[in-house]
């Protein structure tokens, strides 16, 4: 048997790639018996090890931590443990020792029983057992993580982000060849999950110093605490005027077609910062007080008294990562479910007793109520509106935003399901968007703004309309398209947004990503699974786009950048996650009884004014915790 990494990567082929990364100091493994049960492998240089994966922590302590085993022949790792076998094992210790050990590890006996699979000493039994399938899945995730390095860019020596698009062959970059903060995301979490946190960690410091003030749009500073949406390095002559120096040049919208504030960049911070604390371990990050002011601000921003009447959060056309006319305005859906997100995080994140923590917990209460409640709609729900009455003046309307049935799209009818369903798109006085917008459905169940039963029912409803929403590529960003006259009057006739293409309908392989994260939090990694399987026929052949057009997802997009950072980092993050689905807590939050959120309730319940004057028209309060 094998029992070192040394060793291991001595005698083995070639074939296999990844050996040992970044593994210094050097780990050494030890078998504590001749036996091959994987529990009798421990792992002796390791300092007590930090967690990567929750789930796993039992393998911890000492012990090494399996975190993918693939296994030849005998198709999973039971016992019998087989005489040989592969397998890929991840071991993540402490943050300061930026250390991976990643080995695959050849076992092999020659006491054993059972098994009959190949020996070490002949790797290319294993290769013909390996199959092709197999092997056209490491190669897809070594070109994928080939391609994220090339697409990662370094400010002061270190790396910092990853560009959004990095094809050689593209002579018009636009603005893709910066650093958007959204696209980052998923490349983030690639790195932590990957054991890489520091360019995690650059990026946010970098851009927390980007945050805000300076700039302006034709004489008008956008508010304190926005975050760019996307930065550039640049070079500059330095001030003394010797030679050149490296700057960050960020951009809050004054460049970006169409001058659109990113509402959704500074929410994606505060997730990844909260992020980059569970998975490394490393908390001093977020207590500092310069991160803690950034946080702040941000949600300053969004707590922000206005005239408005919703705890959601309004904002203008194209503010997330449809970035143009979408009529998206008002409280789009995936700015609700990022902003209660990031709500979250961030009452995880400041310091106990925070002024702003009770402002949070109020608004947390009120938008999960909003949300769950009007913006729900399933087959049941439907119906109601399809029987609304309207013009009802009073604090009991039933019907309380006077929506009229006639605006049930004739779509919706047919295609609502009879099991599942979903939020819709986006609710203002007199209109629904029934829309199906998938970011928004995704993350609401990632971060519990959907109940259990609601998140169960969004994926069932994307089971069920899988020819819809994932068709030859997942996943559509919004179903149906807008066509004809809505095109025209919603989108201004937009050449870009056609029907079917790009953020009008088109299908955007990143999202598999947000897909699978959820999927894998509901338990449902099937799911995801076959989404993968879907994405992996094409996506490297199709040189990784943005996005794909036509009602099945079946056409390269028509103006979609290829070597697309989002497409690979998304795809390489689904991978991960489903070899070690419970990573996904990184970023989840369940449907939790927070005692301090049932004590605000019943406080907001007791203070409600009208409640208080013994009016029986206070709204129903929560009916479910958050
Ligand atoms: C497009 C997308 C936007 C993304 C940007 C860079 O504008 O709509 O979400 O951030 O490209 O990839």
Redesign the pocket.
């Known amino acids: 048997m094998q029992k070192s990494l040394t060793g291991c990567r001595t005698l083995f082929p070639s074939y296999l790639s990844r050996t040992i990364m970044n593994s210094a100091p050097p780990a050494a493994f030890a078998s504590s018996a001749s036996s091959l049960q994987p529990s009798a492998l421990t792992c002796t240089s390791l300092p007590p090890i930090h967690t990567y994966a929750r789930s796993l922590q039992n393998h911890l302590h000492g012990k090494m931590f399996v975190s993918r085993a693939d296994v030849i022949g005998n198709g999973s790792v039971s016992n019998p443990w087989p005489r040989c076998c592969p397998i890929h094992v991840k071991c993540v210790r402490q943050p300061q020792y930026k250390c991976i050990a990643s080995a695959h590890l050849l076992f092999s006996s020659t006491s054993s029983s059972g098994g009959g699979g190949p020996t070490d000493s002949n790797p290319n039994d294993i290769n013909t057992k390996l199959g092709k399938e197999h092997l056209v899945e490491e190669e897809l995730e070594k070109e994928a993580r080939e391609l994220l390095r090339r697409a990662t860019v370094t400010y002061m020596g270190s790396p910092c982000g990853t560009i959004?698009?990095c094809d050689p062959n593209e002579a018009n970059a636009l603005n893709?060849d910066q650093v958007?903060i959204?696209?980052f995301v998923p490349s983030a979490i690639f790195f932590l999950l990957d054991g890489q946190p520091d360019i995690v960690r650059n990026f946010l410091l970098h851009t927390l110093q980007l945050q805000s003030w300076e700039k302006t749009v034709d004489c008008f500073s956008p508010g304190q605490g926005l975050m760019p949406a996307s930065f550039k390095v640049h070079m500059v002559p330095r001030e003394d005027g010797n030679g050149m120096e490296e700057t960050l040049d960020p951009d809050f919208g004054e460049a970006a077609i169409g001058r659109v504030a990113p509402v959704d960049s500074g929410l994606w911070w505060i997730i990844l910062l909260r992020a980059y604390g569970r998975c490394t371990g490393d908390l001093t990050l977020q207590t500092r007080v310069e991160v803690q002011t950034g946080i702040k601000m941000i949600l300053k921003l969004c707590l922000e008294d206005g005239f408005d009447m919703f705890p959601t959060l309004l904002v203008t056309d194209g503010s997330c990562?449809?970035?143009?006319r979408m009529g998206i305005h008002g409280h789009p859906l995936e700015i609700q479910a990022l902003f209660f997100s990031a709500l979250r995080c961030a009452r995880e994140m400041l310091r106990p007793g925070d002024e702003l923590i009770k402002a949070i917990n109020s608004r947390l209460i009120a938008l999960s109520y909003h949300i769950r409640e009007y913006f729900w709609l399933d087959m049941r729900k439907l119906n109601i509106i399809y029987r609304y009455k309207t013009e009802e003046y009073s604090n009991e309307a039933v019907n309380k935003f006077n929506i009229y049935p006639e605006q049930i799209p004739y779509w919706l009818v047919e295609w609502i399901p009879d099991q599942g369903g979903y939020f819709i798109g986006n609710l203002q006085p007199a209109h629904m968007d029934f829309r199906f917008f998938s970011l928004g459905n995704l993350w609401s169940v990632v971060c519990s703004l959907a109940t259990q039963e609601q998140s169960d029912a969004i994926l069932d409803l994307i089971e069920a309309k899988w020819t819809d929403l994932v068709g030859s590529m997942p996943l559509k960003i919004c179903y149906p398209a807008l066509e004809d006259k809505e095109w025209k009057i919603i989108t201004g006739s937009d050449p870009k947004n056609t029907p079917w293409s790009y953020?009008n309908g088109g299908s955007w392989p990143t999202l598999l990503w947000q897909l699978t994260v959820a999927a894998t939090k509901m338990k449902r990694e099937g799911i995801a699974r076959r989404a993968v399987e879907m994405a992996e026929k094409r996506l490297s052949k199709d040189k990784w786009p943005?996005y794909y057009d036509i009602r099945t997802g079946k056409f390269i997009g028509k103006q979609s950048r290829l070597y697309?950072t989002?497409t690979i980092a998304g795809y390489l993050v689904a991978k991960q996650l489903l070899r070690n689905p419970q990573a996904h807590d990184i970023l989840t939050f369940d449907e939790d009884n927070d005692a301090l959120l049932v004590e605000t309730r019943s406080i907001l319940q007791a203070a409600n004014p009208k409640r208080r004057r013994g009016g029986t028209t206070a709204p129903k309060p929560p009916t479910t915790p958050i």
């Open positions: 959004a698009a893709y958007f959204r696209d990562m449809i970035d143009r953020h943005e697309q989002w």
